[in-house]
T-cell receptor
């Protein structure tokens, strides 16, 4: 597609439930990132996929968070047993090539845990 | 470890005023990239500029200009003759060559341009 597509755009879930957030990257973009933006805060790196390499999970805040990328394309971020502090906007970004040039962000998924 | 600081959390100006958003960064790498992104109320991050560490030439794009100074580790962003549509949160970010290219963001500066 022309841009990075994220779904759902909004998600309200009850505390303790699991949620899945989806990112459809730009076709051909080899690198994919997940970031989290809490209310009034900056963006926090979560996880990074580059081609077939093992993902960089160093930013995941707890073992309740996991992500996968199937076939080098679509990525799913899963949060298990959601907590209220997980409420945030989750942003996906992809880019082509090394050096950070050409990052494209999706519109994000706004997650609210009640 | 890298760090980006945007000391101004919120700036309010009147339309047509010039405004400069400050960005100071820390990195141990000699090769790195600096970015500015705009986040309007719609929430999507809009890429504005990328600058690599070997290119200190200032850049102007319409009403936007950027001043990169390695000596002070700063990458400031100036909007000339601000407009209401410039109201947004602006993020400065750093990507180190050896850090998997992840972006480290500053805390953002909320710019409010009043008519």
């Amino acid at each position: 597609g022309a841009g990075v597509s994220q779904s759902p755009s909004n998600k309200v879930t009850e505390k303790g439930k699991d949620v899945e957030l989806r990112c459809d990257p730009i076709s051909g973009h080899t690198a994919l990132y997940w970031y989290r933006q809490s209310l009034g805060q900056g963006l926090e790196f979560l996880i990074y996929f580059q081609g077939n390499s093992a993902p960089d999970k160093s930013g995941l805040p707890s073992d309740r968070f996991s992500a996968e990328r199937t076939g080098g394309s679509v990525s799913t971020l899963t949060i298990q047993r959601t907590q209220q502090e997980d409420s945030a906007v989750y942003l996906c970004a992809t880019f082509l090539g090394k050096g950070g040039y050409g990052y494209t962000f999706g519109s994000g998924t706004r997650l609210t845990v009640v | 470890a890298q760090k980006v600081t945007q000391a101004q959390t919120e700036i309010s100006v009147v339309e047509k005023e010039d405004v400069t958003l400050d960005c100071v960064y820390e990195t141990r790498d000699t090769t790195y990239y600096l970015f500015w992104y705009k986040q309007p109320p719609s929430g999507e991050l809009v890429f504005l500029i990328r600058r690599n560490s070997f290119d200190e030439q200032n850049e102007i794009s319409g009403r936007y200009s950027w001043n990169f100074q390695k000596s002070t580790s700063s990458f400031n962003f100036t909007i000339t003759a601000s407009q209401v549509v410039d109201s947004a949160v602006y993020f400065c970010a750093l990507s180190e060559w050896d850090a998997g290219n992840m972006l480290t963001f500053g805390g953002g500066t909320r710019l409010m341009v009043k008519p």
